[in-house]
């Protein structure tokens, strides 16, 4: 597990950084990535430190969980100072007379803000949606002078057709026509090869899209999706057999559901998303985060069958074929967020990502066991590849702060590249370790002398 989590966090750092900082470059906020830079850091070599003699004790253990609720405080008040001082130039922008400015300022930045138009600071979460739904509409609209007129009866005017269950079927088709008439011979194939998914997905991910009618209100599909995601949520976390009292706890999860399916189609409207449809928005995140868990699980399965198969050592298999398996739903993710232009995001999260599996996951597991000893305290085992794991690892975050120093804290494209060039090295060198062509970095290969016999 211990060089598992490395090898990801080798992995995100390096090559979905890297790969972000190809596909999206973008100015990043410095304080932020010093932040969480400087916590990863200090976390591997706190980690490195208490593993180095392969007992972790229980208050070692717990200082990881201490270590991150540390950095919770620091990034809460550090968005509170961020919101006081964008809320306080707000007010001074509001202060037409000199006078009162100079009250509510010191005599030394008075002047400054009465001369100069205070810049405001980072865009705030609502900004960047907005530009983002802006940007999506006015793909909606060039979408929708490039496809032809439809000419189909009882159709509303975005081309969605009138009815309760008309409204269900057009939402729940799978292949829309736009899609199919402008995709080639192959992506068709695809597009018939993912109807029984894209079915699965209608039914457990409830969608609200800004730019869409109605917000992507569809009432029937909506009303049933609440009584189906969490029936399908119980039975894929296999609770599905818990018993509460006399039935089953899938069995009440369902009622439930049901129960709040019919209360929704009681109380909404077909042509007017309800005030609660926001709400919709996290029960589709959780589904999709329920999704991407399963097919990550999915994969790193299948990987652990070729590494078995193939007969590679457990410090190997979870360098990579495990790292890489657990790192699949960063990889998804983070480079869709920087694809649809939330670039910063994308790259704090591979940093926030790791540096939680290290500090919550190592601390909580070596928590637990440690509770099991009556000394409190667990024996680990660490691989031979593991020092090699931890100064790549460090080598990765140093080069990233290096870099955007220099950079002035923009992600290039040549910042990807030596990144991944970084990781291509670390595997090169766990190979050629693995097929016991060097020795792994930091093992001591000295012979043996003045052992007595």
């Known amino acids: 597990m211990f060089v598992e989590l490395i090898g990801a966090g080798v992995f995100v750092t ?10 999206a470059p973008v100015d990043i906020i410095a304080k932020t990535f010093i932040r969480d830079c400087c916590f990863y850091v ?3 070599i706190w980690v490195s430190y208490i593993s180095a003699d392969d007992v972790i004790e229980l208050w070692e253990s717990l200082s990881l969980l201490l270590i991150y609720v540390l950095f919770i405080l620091c990034v809460v008040i550090m968005q509170w100072i961020d919101n006081r001082e964008v809320n306080r130039k707000d007010k001074i922008l509001q202060i ?7 009250t509510y300022l010191s005599p030394t930045t008075a002047q400054k803000h009465i001369s100069k138009r205070v810049k405001a600071g980072a865009f705030s979460i609502k900004t960047k949606i907005d530009l983002a739904i802006a940007t999506e509409i006015s793909k909606v609209q060039f979408d929708s002078d490039e496809s032809p007129s439809s000419s189909q009866v009882d159709l509303s005017q975005n081309g969605r057709p009138k009815g309760l269950f008309a409204e269900f079927f057009f939402d729940m088709n799978p292949i829309k026509a736009y899609d199919w008439k402008n995709a080639n011979f192959l992506l068709r194939i695809i597009l018939i090869l993912r109807i029984p998914i894209m079915l699965v997905l209608q039914f457990i991910i409830p969608v609200v899209n800004k730019t869409a009618a109605k917000s992507g209100w569809s009432k029937l599909l909506n009303c049933i999706q609440p009584s189906v995601l969490p029936t399908v949520a119980v039975i894929i976390l296999k609770v599905d057999d818990v018993e509460v009292g006399p039935l089953p706890l899938v069995v009440i999860v369902f009622v439930l559901g049901a129960v709040v399916s019919v209360v929704l189609i009681t109380r909404t409207s077909r042509d007017q998303p309800p005030k609660y449809h926001n709400a919709f928005a996290l029960l589709g995140f959780l589904g999709a985060t329920l999704v991407v868990w399963v097919i990550a699980g999915e994969v790193m399965a299948v990987l652990e069958s070729i590494g078995f198969a193939s007969r590679i050592s457990d410090a190997m298999l979870g360098l990579t074929l495990l790292a890489w398996g657990n790192s699949v739903g960063d990889l998804i993710s983070n480079v869709a967020i920087a694809r649809q232009g939330f670039a ?3 790259y704090s ?13 190592l601390g909580l597991h070596w928590t637990y066991t440690a509770f099991q000893h009556h000394d409190y305290r667990t024996h680990i085992i660490n691989s031979d590849m593991m020092p090699g794991c931890l100064a790549f690892l460090l080598c990765s975050l140093t080069t990233s702060f290096l870099y955007l120093n220099i950079t002035g ?6 910042y990807g590249y030596v990144l ?19 020795h792994p970095l930091g093992a001591d290969h000295r012979p043996l002398t003045g052992i007595v016999q």
């Open 420 to 438: 991944i060039s970084i990781y291509l090295v670390f595997m090169l060198i766990n190979l050629l370790s693995e097929i016991k062509f060097i």
């Open 14 to 23: 390096a090559v979905i950084a890297g790969t972000i900082g190809i596909v």
């Open 96 to 102: 037409q007379d000199n006078d009162m400015l100079q």
């Open 344 to 346: 910063r995001m994308g």
């Open 349 to 361: 999260a591979c940093f926030g990502g790791p540096l939680f599996n290290t500090l919550v996951g």
């Open 409 to 414: 804290f923009a992600l290039r494209q040549s």
């Open 42 to 44: 200090s976390s591997i």
